[in-house]
């Protein structure tokens, strides 16, 4: 599976973005994620979803700020942030399994190339 992440960009605090995620084969059959990477960091979890969308997972640090969706008619995943601020500055991932959600300590089978979100004070 190919995944075609996009949506990224520079913008301040308090502002809210939409990135998007195009898998290029049935939606449907993967679970998704989305993962963030910071300068000098590990890369970390920020949000799940299920196959069907009818079970979401959040980091504590995103949780009530960032919204994980998804249109398997359309093939793609969503992610919609919200009251960013300067620590969401990061690359941000998507990704897909077909057996599991990819909730750590699980991971994902397949990844996308980031796109870069940053947030200035």
């Known amino acids: 599976v190919q995944l075609q992440a996009s949506g990224g960009g520079l913008l301040q605090a308090g502002g809210s973005l939409r990135l998007s995620c195009v898998v290029s084969?049935?939606?449907?059959?993967?679970?998704m994620g989305w993962f963030r990477q910071a300068p000098g960091k590990e890369r970390e979890f920020v949000a799940a979803?299920?196959?069907?969308?009818?079970?979401?997972y959040y980091a504590d640090s995103v949780k009530g700020r960032f919204t994980i969706s998804r249109d398997n008619a359309r093939n793609t995943v969503y992610l919609q942030m919200n009251s960013l601020k300067p620590e969401d500055t990061a690359l941000y991932y998507c990704?897909?399994?077909?057996?599991?959600?990819?909730?750590?300590?699980?991971?994902?089978?397949?990844w996308g190339q980031g796109t870069q979100v940053t947030v200035s004070s």
């Open positions: 990704a897909a399994d077909r057996h599991q959600v990819p909730v750590p300590p699980r991971e994902p089978g397949s």
């Open positions: 084969g049935r939606t449907s059959s993967y679970a």
């Open positions: 979803i299920s196959w069907s969308g009818a079970s979401t």
